[in-house]
């Protein structure tokens, strides 16, 4: 069964400072993984997709199929990077499911 | 373009009741999914409907419906209603039905049921 582990409710980091949000997943295919934020006040967005492969807002994630996981990363954490984060899955070539994990509040200190 | 928009935001009902909830997609979009958010969970899948047809179906009980009309807006029906039912209730848009399109996700009704 398609499952999506998030094993922090909440993740304090002083500005500056690296940032680290866990993500595993269970799927027997090969699932697209993505990424989705929701700052303060405002609606749920995509924040990047492991086939894009690109930066945003300086957060990068990497796939490893050995591991499946999905860890999303950022060298220096910044204060408006406080939002509650969602890991979620997607099996390729189907519908548009996708599974969401629990969430991580990201808290950044002054 | 305002985005998906959904209304009402914020119902209150009764249990037994019948509630209806209401998307309009992106202009453009032809897909539009359903997900049920309880408060300190991640959104979780209802339903898919592409080109006016259920794509997809979560695991949720038949008292949960919902339709695509020919503009591609959606309404999601919920009869019966509990107090477990009781969640905010995410709408989103994309431009196919396949899982490779970013959805835009819409604001949200927050249902209450007492």
């Known amino acids: 069964a398609q499952r999506v582990t998030q094993p922090e409710k909440l993740l304090s980091v002083f500005k500056g400072a690296p940032v680290e949000l866990k993500c595993n997943y269970s799927?027997?295919?090969?699932?697209?993984l993505f990424w989705y934020v929701q700052y303060s006040r405002q609606r749920l967005q995509l924040l990047l997709r492991?086939?894009s492969r690109e930066s945003i807002k300086g957060f990068t994630a990497d796939l490893n199929k050995g591991e499946t996981s999905f860890h999303l990363k950022k060298p220096f954490a910044q204060e408006e990077d406080s939002a509650m984060y969602y890991c979620?899955?997607?099996?390729?070539?189907?519908?548009?499911?996708?599974?969401f994990g629990k969430g991580t509040r990201l808290h950044i200190l002054p | 373009d305002a985005g998906v928009t959904q209304s009402p935001t914020h119902l209150i009902k009764t249990r037994g009741q019948q509630v209806t909830l209401r998307c309009s997609p992106i202009?453009?979009?032809?897909?539009v999914s359903w997900y049920q958010q309880v408060l300190g969970q991640g959104p979780q899948f209802i339903f898919q409907?592409?080109?006016?047809?259920?794509?997809g179906r979560g695991n949720f009980p038949d008292r949960f419906s919902a339709r695509q009309f020919p503009n591609y807006s959606s309404e999601l029906n919920v009869n019966a209603l509990l107090l477990g039912d009781s969640a905010l209730y995410l709408c989103?848009?994309?431009?196919?039905?396949?899982?490779?399109?970013?959805?835009?996700f819409g604001p949200g009704t927050r249902l209450t049921v007492l």
């Open positions: 989103a848009s994309s431009l196919h039905g396949e899982g490779v399109y970013e959805q835009f």
């Open positions: 799927y027997s295919g090969s699932p697209e």
């Open positions: 492991h086939i």
């Open positions: 979620a899955l997607s099996a390729m070539n189907r519908d548009d499911k996708i599974i």
């Open positions: 202009s453009g979009h032809k897909s």
């Open positions: 409907y592409y080109e006016k047809e259920e794509r």
